[in-house]
């Protein structure tokens, strides 16, 4: 398994464990109320189960599993790229209501996702190819 895919996985395994850590306080609370502190967690815990989980296990899973031609993923950075905006913007929008920041974060959490999502797939782009199709012909230096 390729390093950054590790990564994308090892990540996703601590937002799960965290979101549903999260998630079981909530439960808690909402059987025997003891904080009302703990409604403010919501948030974070929605963020970190569908971003920092769900698509950043998907991520992980398709670097390591879409096709390489030529013993090589491709160039590597948009992938890298996405890692970082993805985490970012999971504590910017996760963590942000939490602290009550200013919309505008929550805003940029977004963008920074959104940002993650198209560094991805511009990544993911070059490795797709139609059912059948021969990988392009590397040019033979002479």
Known sequence: MPRLSCWFI????????VGITFGALLLFHKG???????WR???????????????????G?????????WRSRGNER??????????????????????????????????????AAAAFALHAWSRVKPPGAEPPKIPQNP
């Open 10 to 17: 090892r990540a996703a395994l601590l937002y799960l464990a």
């Open 32 to 38: 025997i109320p003891f904080e009302p502190f703990v």
């Open 41 to 59: 967690l919501l948030p974070v815990h929605v963020e970190f189960l569908l971003f920092g989980w769900t698509v950043q296990l998907a991520m």
């Open 61 to 69: 899973v398709a670097f390591w599993i879409f096709p390489r031609f």
């Open 78 to 115: 948009p992938a890298r790229l996405a890692f970082g905006l993805l985490n970012i913007g999971v504590w910017l929008a996760g963590v942000g209501p939490l602290l009550g920041a200013p919309p505008v974060i929550i805003f940029l959490g977004r963008l920074a996702e959104a940002g």
